[in-house]
């Protein structure tokens, strides 16, 4: 399958006191939604920012639409109002009122569509009867509620991209799963030509929504791909106690227990375990999420 | 089509068969287009991915061809492959029962005479 890249990051590199960045190449497939996984402070936030313009000082090239620079982002607007983000935090003032965040993204956005943004408002039960009220401060609304007002803003708008930091933690299973049609929604608009990328925990929950990931581990790149590429690369095995010795030094990752042993293998070196009596099953994006996490982590006691 | 998360079966697998028992039996018009990609993940709610990979593999059979930014469309069913698809779906279908007929015990010649008997039935 030929893909072109809606985002290349080129030897990015951001240094903190205690951790660095450092993406030597990391291509976003154009047409689909692209998951970034990792632990906390693994540099899931830090790549978001740097690829939404928020963090400028870097090292590396990151190129947009196969054609524009950092620079063109920062100066053509065309490309600046083609890509959308929303982060953890809040970009609107907490002083600010329901109305005031409204006009402050008309009047920063050229595609910003006033009418869209109060219906997605209402679609997203942000807006509910006497519940919700125009004057309430922004600083005063819940989590779950902010993550939609800055969701409807950036669907509100005619944007080609989608970045999203953790859109997916602060809301309900309900609203998650409208997250998910949200972005189905948004990829199947134009087809092929939009794109999402989010940083998410919650994989189980993301699994149907999610095309190509990338995990992110103590700041590198540690596994990337196709979830149907991933998922014919591992295998995942489950075992008894006899044979955990022998299967274990061909496992990728495994944990055991009493009874018995399970873990992503290689597919590769599935054929070395045979004649052991094993399970063999295609792998969850949850299951090949925690082997390789588990396998590249820095933390002790895994 | 109905989407099973716990059946064991790939989802691509299963979109897949669905398709493909609806060429087969001629229900898409030679040239007509599959629905689109992002359309079809949209409504099933699966991934885009899962999607293009149940297409690919209807493309590797050669039931359906790729365009590029069109989508997929029906193939020309020639009779010799049909003929030979649907005689898979037969020996699949008398392997499952060989199966079941193993578990309950059953002889050969039963199974052979279960299945005369059948064969009549069906003809009245």
């Known amino acids: 399958m030929e893909t072109s890249a809606v985002i290349s990051c080129r030897n990015i590199e951001k240094k903190y006191k205690n951790f660095e960045l450092k993406v030597d190449e990391l291509d976003f497939p154009k047409g689909f939604a692209t998951a970034l996984i990792g632990e906390n402070g693994a540099g899931k936030t830090t790549l978001l920012e740097i690829m939404a313009g928020i963090r400028l000082d870097h090292k590396g090239e990151v190129t947009y ?9 920062e100066n053509n607007p065309e490309v600046k109002n083609s890509i959308g983000y929303t982060g953890t935090g809040t970009y609107f003032l907490p002083n600010w009122d329901m109305k005031q965040a409204k006009e402050v993204q008309e009047i920063l956005f050229d595609s910003f569509d006033g009418e869209k943004y109060e219906k997605i408002l209402k679609d997203l039960a942000v807006v509910n009867g006497s519940a919700f009220e125009k004057n ?4 005063n609304l819940s989590d779950g509620t902010r993550t939609k007002v800055m969701l409807a803003g950036v669907l509100a708008r005619d944007t080609k991209l989608l970045l999203m930091d953790e859109p997916a933690s602060p809301l309900d299973p309900l609203m998650r799963d409208k997250l998910c049609s949200i972005i189905r929604d948004y990829l199947a608009e134009n087809e092929g030509e939009k794109s999402v990328i989010f940083s998410t925990h919650n994989v189980a929950d993301m699994e149907n929504v999610t095309d190509y990931v990338a995990i992110v581990e103590n700041g590198r790149v540690v596994e990337k ?27 990728f990752d495994m944990t055991s227990g009493s009874y018995g042993f399970e873990g992503l293998c290689l597919s590769e070196n599935a054929d070395k375990l045979s004649g052991l009596d094993l399970v063999f099953e295609s792998p ?19 | 089509m109905i989407i099973s998360q716990s059946s064991g079966v ?22 007509a287009y599959l629905p689109s990609i992002r359309g079809l993940a949209k409504e099933l709610k699966i991934s885009v991915i899962t999607t293009i990979k149940a297409y690919e593999q209807l493309e590797s059979e050669g039931l359906v061809t790729a365009v590029q930014g069109k989508g997929y469309y029906v193939n020309a069913q ?40 059948l064969l009549k039935f069906a003809e009245e």
């Open chain 1, 65 to 73: 639409f196969d054609k524009f620079s950092e620079k063109d982002r």
């Open chain 1, 284 to 302: 969850t994006l949850m299951q090949i999420t925690i082997g390789v996490m588990r396998a590249n982590t820095k933390l002790s006691g895994f």
């Open chain 1, 225 to 251: 791909g196709f979830v149907e590429d991933l998922k014919e690369k591992y295998v995942y095995v489950k075992g008894n106690k006899a044979d955990e010795e022998k299967a274990g030094k061909y496992m």
């Open chain 2, 10 to 31: 790939p989802i691509y697998q299963q979109i897949s068969d669905s398709f493909r028992n609806d060429i087969l039996e001629g229900k898409y018009e030679e040239g």
């Open chain 1, 136 to 139: 309430k401060k922004v600083n």
């Open chain 2, 78 to 117: 020639d009779g010799e492959m049909l003929r030979e698809q649907h005689q898979r779906k037969v020996e699949g279908a008398l392997l499952e029962a060989i199966k079941y007929a193993k578990i309950a015990g059953m002889s050969d010649s039963e199974l052979t005479d279960t299945l005369n008997t």
